[in-house]
């Protein structure tokens, strides 16, 4: 596969304290194709807050990783921060009209 640079394996466990609010422990591994070849392991957490705004739902979803990289010596400690908002555009809001950021802190 020439084309192909990395692939993102991610499986977690989640736990929801509310209809809104959500706790998550996931591991994810990653292992990178071009432009050389290495890996990457991932621990994280997660703290995910759905909500409205409006007819618009909302995601917060602040994340910490602890991450093992081949050939860097020691783990390196990342935090994340993703808003995601999704407006419907149809009356029957199968289409809609969304938007991201993440933050990301090392």
């Not at 192909?4 to 989640?14: C, K, Q, T």
């Amino acid at each position: 596969i020439s084309s192909l640079e990395r692939v993102i394996y991610r499986p977690a466990f989640g736990y929801r304290l509310t209809d809104k609010v959500s706790l998550w422990q996931g591991y994810a591994y990653i292992p990178q194709y071009n432009p050389s070849s290495g890996r990457e392991h991932r621990l994280f957490q997660q703290l995910q807050v759905d909500g409205r705004l409006g007819r618009a739902a909302t995601i917060h979803r602040t994340r910490l990783e602890e991450r093992m990289i081949h050939g860097i010596n020691g783990p390196g400690v990342r935090l994340r921060h993703m808003f995601r908002i999704a407006q419907p555009i149809s009356k029957d809001g199968r289409w809609m009209l969304i938007g991201s950021d993440e933050l990301f802190m090392h």
